[in-house]
């Protein structure tokens, strides 16, 4: 798998079929991913995650798988959604073995100057469950702040370029 870009311990690169027996594994890990993510408890098969994948390169959308530059091991995906001239939203998930070892920070603060310096965006939200609190500081810790919040999700924004004043 190519680079595409990368940081000290991740390479980012694009979506693989190759990858697909890993991306189930974190998708469908419903205790550690999948209820984070907002999916439910019916499991994807390989057909589902094939067609994700294929669908994901055939739109050019911006999502990257990630790995561990020291070990080839995979680490998750980080997306940008709904993208438009200014602004995405930002989509994250790390297989459960990859988490707690600071590659969702260093993922979103690559993303977010990937987004800044090759795109032009100016800003990345995303929403978040309010239970999801590792998370929540996680993106709160890469200068993520609260703009708004339901019963169902937190919302949150990064501004990447400040206009002068």
């Given at each position: 798998m190519k680079e595409l870009f990368g940081t000290e311990r991740i390479s980012f690169v694009e979506l693989s079929e190759s990858l697909v027996d890993e991306y189930l594994a974190m998708v469908n890990d419903y205790e550690n991913v999948n209820r984070f993510i907002g999916g439910s408890k019916t499991a994807f098969t390989a057909e589902q995650e094939i067609l994700w994948v294929r669908s994901k390169l055939d739109r050019n959308e911006t999502v990257f798988s990630m790995i561990e530059k020291k070990t080839?091991?995979?680490?998750?995906?980080?997306?940008?959604?709904d993208l438009t001239d200014t602004e995405a939203e930002l989509g994250i998930a790390l297989t459960a073995k990859m988490q707690e070892k600071g590659f969702g920070t260093e993922a979103i603060l690559a993303l977010g100057a990937y987004a800044a310096d090759k795109l032009g965006l100016e800003r990345i939200y995303l929403r978040t469950a309010p239970?999801?609190?590792?998370?929540?500081?996680v993106y709160e810790k890469c200068g993520f702040k609260e703009y708004?919040?339901?019963?169902?999700h937190v919302f949150m924004e990064k501004l990447l370029k400040q206009p002068f004043l």
């Open positions: 080839g091991r995979f680490i998750g995906n980080v997306e940008l959604m239970f999801n609190s590792r998370a929540i500081h708004g919040c339901t019963e169902d």
